[in-house]
């Protein structure tokens, strides 16, 4: 089971990037989606999730900013970030549970990570 992100980059603040995450080696199109960030000398956090049925769920610094979808065949995860802000930089990580209901914001309940892909905007 692979989970590839990409889309990071540097951007301005007040800018928009979005990320993407491909899953292939397995079809999570049952299964909740989601994103993590860790910033440098932080913890992992959560970003937001996804349901099967387009459920979303944020975490609250990045409620009416950031939007997460999914793709059609359900084995892609967006996140469309607006608004960008310095305190979102960070390395951003997909993951995927095997929960079939909401597995929440700990990072214990997601089963599948994708390697990061580097999130930096500038002041």
């Known amino acids: 089971v692979q989970l590839q992100a990409s889309g990071g980059g540097l951007v301005q603040v007040g800018g928009s990037l979005r990320l993407s995450c491909a899953a292939s080696?397995?079809?999570?199109?049952?299964?909740?989606m989601g994103w993590f960030r860790q910033a440098p000398g932080k913890e992992r956090e959560f970003v937001a999730a996804?349901?099967?049925?387009?459920?979303?769920y944020y975490a609250d610094s990045v409620k009416g900013r950031f939007t997460i979808s999914r793709g059609n065949a359900k084995n892609t995860v967006y996140l469309q970030m607006n608004s960008l802000k310095p305190e979102d930089t960070a390395v951003y990580y997909c993951?995927?549970?095997?929960?079939?209901?909401?597995?929440?914001?700990?990072?214990?309940?997601?089963?599948?990570w994708g390697q990061g892909t580097l999130v930096t905007v500038s002041s």
């Open positions: 996804i349901s099967w049925s387009g459920n979303t």
């Open positions: 993951a995927a549970s095997q929960r079939g209901y909401y597995p929440g914001p700990e990072r214990r309940s997601y089963d599948y």
């Open positions: 080696g397995r079809t999570f199109r049952r299964n909740y």
